[in-house]
């Protein structure tokens, strides 16, 4: 299938491979008001894709304000799947667990994970991140302010205070690459309702930085979509898979973005090869 890989509006998409299958986590992209769930797309190739519907509402989740369900991370540890998300514009990060990457997901806390402005940080848009070693680490950041902090074993507490480790042009979406023994930061850049919006990366020897910008892997391409951006990254094979959302080039509305696929490549320095867009995809 081309891209886009699913029909409808949807953003910040979070590509994974669980028990055998793609799994693509995203945002259903609307006004604020109409964001009150997640649901989650799966596929045995990266071509056909399925909806596998809701797997978590905020009519369960008390302490959200029922609206602005952003940026849904998903990571699994000793055979349960937890969920990381945004919950009411600011009202704070939340964690919910799952025996099943498919849900249904239960609010694991009853509060929020991360509720305050650390360092400035607007609580949105978190991204789990499980090194080779078990470690376990939590990223998110608005308001162009990045953090970081270790997650205990039992993934739903935080092992330290959250760190600062924004680097120059960071505005939204982090997600963090691990290849070849490096630690590869990427974010999004930019506004994310018009063409400036992209995804740059640094490179550090620590998941903990420091991180200094590298350069730009995916951005608008005017013959193809605009505001490229929110990704994440899976590695298949000897290749990875970037995924991310786009408006296309016939949409106005900023709410109007659809879930694509591309290839992603590193060249002989370690660096991450420019993304082209493209209608084809990775089919």
């Known amino acids: 299938m081309p891209n886009p890989v699913f029909p409808g509006w949807y953003a910040d998409p979070e590509i994974h491979h669980f028990e055998g299958r793609f799994f693509i986590?995203?945002?259903y992209s609307a006004p604020y008001e109409e964001q009150t769930f997640f649901q989650v797309f799966s596929s045995k190739d990266l071509?056909?894709?399925?909806?596998?519907?809701?797997i978590l509402n905020f009519a369960g989740i008390p302490w959200s304000t029922n609206r602005a369900a952003w940026a849904p991370s998903v990571a699994t540890k000793?055979?349960?799947?937890?969920?990381?998300?945004s919950a009411g514009?600011?009202?704070?990060?939340?964690?919910?667990?799952?025996?099943?990457?498919?849900?249904?997901?239960i609010d694991a806390i009853g509060k929020p994970l991360v509720s305050e402005y650390h360092h400035g940080a607007q609580p949105i848009d978190a991204h789990a991140f499980l090194d080779d070693d078990g470690q376990a680490y939590l990223?998110?950041?608005?308001?162009?302010k990045a953090l970081m902090a270790k997650l205990k074993s039992d993934m739903i507490s935080l092992a330290e205070a959250p760190i600062d480790i924004t680097p120059?042009?960071?505005?939204?979406?982090?997600?963090?690459?691990?290849?070849?023994?490096?630690?590869?930061?990427?974010?999004s850049e930019g506004g994310w309702g018009d063409p400036s919006y992209r995804v740059a990366y640094a490179?550090?020897?620590?998941?903990?930085?420091?991180?200094?910008?590298?350069?730009?892997?995916?951005?608008?391409?005017?013959?193809?979509a605009t505001s490229a951006g929110h990704h994440s990254v899976l590695r298949v094979g000897d290749r990875h898979v970037i995924c991310y959302h786009r408006r296309p080039l016939t949409e106005?509305?900023?709410h109007h973005r659809v879930t694509c696929l591309e290839w992603m490549d590193f060249d002989g320095d370690g660096k991450i090869l420019p993304v082209k867009l493209t209608n084809e995809g990775v089919g």
């Open 139 to 144: 990223y998110w950041g608005g308001h162009s």
């Open 203 to 224: 490179i550090a020897a620590s998941p903990y930085g420091p991180f200094e910008r590298v350069g730009v892997v995916l951005q608008t391409d005017p013959t193809v």
């Open 252 to 254: 106005t509305s900023p």
């Open 89 to 105: 514009d600011g009202a704070g990060l939340g964690v919910a667990v799952s025996d099943q990457p498919t849900g249904p997901f």
């Open 25 to 27: 986590y995203p945002t």
């Open 47 to 54: 071509v056909e894709w399925t909806s596998e519907g809701v």
């Open 168 to 187: 120059a042009d960071y505005v939204e979406g982090p997600f963090m690459l691990k290849h070849q023994d490096k630690y590869y930061f990427m974010w």
């Open 78 to 85: 000793d055979g349960r799947y937890y969920i990381y998300f």
